[in-house]
Structures are given as C-alpha cells and as structure tokens.
C-alpha cells in the first residue's frame, strides 16, 4: 500500500478486510492508536496488521492512521460495509465543510467517493497549502488528527450541529494545552510545540482567543470519557519534558485530570503513557531537534530523496542499465571526488532520466541540483554489486 498514490483507500480496504472486527471498544483501538504516537500528533508507526512494501514516511503514516481510526470508530459504531463507510465519512467531512477551507477544496472533483477522499485526507493530513513549501518543510503534519476521529464518532451518533461541536473540542483541546504549557517553565520545545499545535487548527483562530480561565466552565460540563482521555493525554504530552520527572507532580496535570472525573490511578498511567512514548520515539519527535536551517533542510531532503527513490527503484534501475557512462561515473563517486566535468556529465545524464520519471520532477525545479549530492549519496543502493567494488556488507 502507498498512501502518496492515487488508489490507495481500495487497497486499505483490502488490507483490512481480514481484521473488521478487530476491536471490541473504542478504548482499546485508542490505546493501539497512542503507541504509534497518532493520539500525540506525533506518528511514529502504524497498526502492526497494516503492512506497507515500502518505509512509510511521518505524514505517510499520519493519513494511513487517520484511516484506520476512522473506519474502526466506524466498525464499532454501525457495523456497515466498507462501501458505507467511505459515504458516511465524505458526508462527515462535507458537514464539517473542511473541503471548503484548504486549496485542495477545489480538487475534490473526483468521479468517484474514493478519489474525493483521498484528496480530502490529503488536505486533513498537511499543514501546508503549498505543495511545494510542504516539501522543503520538516515538519508538516496536522498535529490534531486525532479530534476527527472523536468528532467523527459524534457525528455517527448525533450529526446535530457537528460544525459547533467540532469548534468547541478544538476550543479546548488548544485552550487546555495553552495553559498546561503555561504551567511550567517553558523551553525551545514548548515553543515549536504551541507553533505546530497553533498551525493544526481547523475551526477557530488561535489569535482571536483569550487564553483566560473561561474554558474550565466549558470543560466542567459533562463531555464523553473518550474525549476526557484525548485532552488529558494533551495536557500530558504538553507538560513532558526530557528526563525530567517534574511533571509527575504537576498540579494543573492532576487538576484537569480531577476536573473531568478521572482517578488519580489514569491521571498517573496518562502521564506514564507519554513517558514511554518518549523513551521509545524521542529522537523521531521533529519538534525536539535542535538543528538549525541547513542541517532541518537537508534532513527533510534525504528522506524525500529516499522516499522517491525507493518508490521508482525498478524504473531507476532500468533507465540506469541503459546507461553505462553514468553508471560508471556514480559508482565512481562511492570512493572518490568526480571531476567537475565529470559531475557535469552526471548532472545532465540524471536530469535526463528524471525527465522520464513524473514523480521525480522535483529536481527539475529551480535550485533542484542542490539534491543531486543526496542522490549520488543513495544511488548505489541500486545498482548491480558488481558495479561498486569497494561496497563493504555489514554483518550480523
């Protein structure tokens, strides 16, 4: 399965058609969906059932776990077929009108309901309006996918008024990570943190609110457990901080916690819950790299590079095995510096090749040469050991 091409939710679904009941209750597919980090907006893996050809990339995993919270909050709620699933959640997002607030509203001319959602996840998944921007960008994931997930099993239960419904969870959810960031010192992490949290929202303006304590009253209301948990869990996330066990005693974290009629026993297994996850993911979590502009830009390009490499590798191969001179000249440059008429060559015979390759059209754009180094670096993963001889095989 490959979420970055056109098709992808027929082949979920056949994926999946082997685990339809899977899940007994929403708390345990909701456990599942915190180890991969999803519930934090910090999707580090998918379901283990759900297996891909190739590595999935962050916002790759984002929209395959945003799927598959959907369809089971849907196999838990009604039953139906899949075929009833894909028309409920396109009428879902159509009420909430989230088509209508992303550029790619006006893409969702699809012939079919599958190919509208695509599209429409697509707009869920990244922050970015501009394609190209969102590819030079390493961090550009919807940090709050998870409030259309409860928002979504509202809507199968009661579809009244699900635009202000959608406003009011979020209106929390923001105000109550507001105010746990705000109950502590605050580092560079809480601050990209508020950024990333800032830039998910969908339905209110972050800049039109008063972060006051008005929202307690609102909290205070009698809301459904499973939304309690999802705030909590953000208070949790928010309040974290590397190798620190501070948090375990914060007030505001228990406070919350209380308020909405939670044990100190899951107040504390919340806040274990986010410990582990950080133990386990720390140095996959974007917000915590301290790196700067050049080292963030080049990171982000080698895992595009890699990913579209690893996607066209059999037509790669076979546009490079007609190709003897550059085959030569890349394997070359494993084990010494080419040239510059050499790279010269290199430069005109790859753009060539990616000329004939749609997908890698992104060094074909101003400045796409800046990539070529990055592909030159992975290039011999494809080709024929016999074309690079001082390729060492790691053991073990």
């Known amino acids: ?186 580092n560079k992490n809480d601050e990209r943190l508020a950024e990333l949290f800032g830039a998910s929202l969908t339905f209110i303006n972050p800049d039109k609110q008063a972060y006051d304590g008005s929202y307690r009253e609102m909290l205070l209301k009698k809301r459904p457990s499973y939304e309690n948990a999802y705030l909590l869990d953000m208070a949790c996330l928010t309040v974290w901080e590397d190798k620190s066990l501070d948090y375990k005693e914060s007030e505001f974290i228990f406070g919350i916690g209380t308020a909405v009629g939670f044990s100190e026993e899951i107040i504390t297994r919340s806040l274990e819950d986010v410990t582990v996850f950080f133990a386990k993911n720390a140095k996959m979590v974007p917000f915590l790299k301290d790196n700067n502009l050049t080292v963030q830009f080049y990171d982000s390009m080698s895992k595009v590079v890699n990913k579209l490499i690893l996607r066209n590798s059999k037509r790669l191969q076979k546009e490079l095995s007609e190709s003897a001179e550059l085959v030569s000249l890349l394997t070359k440059s494993t084990f010494r510096d080419l040239t510059r008429e050499e790279k010269k060559k290199v430069q005109n015979q790859l753009m060539n090749i990616f000329k004939s390759i749609p997908s890698l059209a992104i060094f074909m754009l101003p400045g796409g040469a800046v990539l070529l180094p990055i592909f030159i670096k992975l290039i011999p993963k494809l080709l024929p050991s016999s074309f690079d001889e001082n390729r060492v095989e790691k053991k073990g």
């Not at 345990?28 to 999935?56: P, R």
């Not at 028309?87 to 879902?92: E, G």
């Not at 579809?159 to 202000?164: F, L, T």
């Open 1 to 186: 399965m490959n979420p970055s091409s056109r098709g992808w939710i027929p082949k979920f679904e056949s994926v999946v058609r082997q685990h339809e009941d899977r899940y007994k209750e929403f708390s345990g597919l909701y456990a599942q969906l915190k180890e991969t980090g999803f519930v934090y907006g910090i999707n580090t893996g998918v379901l283990d059932f759900i297996v891909s050809e190739h590595a999935l990339s962050e916002d790759e995993k984002a929209k395959v776990n945003l799927f598959t919270a959907l369809y089971y909050t849907y196999r838990l709620e009604r039953k139906g077929n899949f075929e009833n699933f894909l028309n409920d959640l396109f009428n879902f997002y159509n009420n909430l009108r989230v088509a209508h607030l992303s550029f790619l509203g006006k893409l969702l001319s699809g012939k079919t309901t599958t190919s509208k959602l695509e599209k429409l996840l697509d707009s869920r998944v990244y922050l970015e309006d501009n394609v190209i921007s969102k590819t030079f960008n390493s961090i550009i994931t919807n940090s709050l996918l998870f409030i259309d997930v409860l928002l979504f099993k509202r809507y199968l239960t009661d579809s009244i008024a699900i635009k202000v419904y959608a406003y009011n969870l979020e209106y929390l959810a923001i105000h109550v990570t507001y105010h746990a960031l705000n109950s502590k010192e605050k």
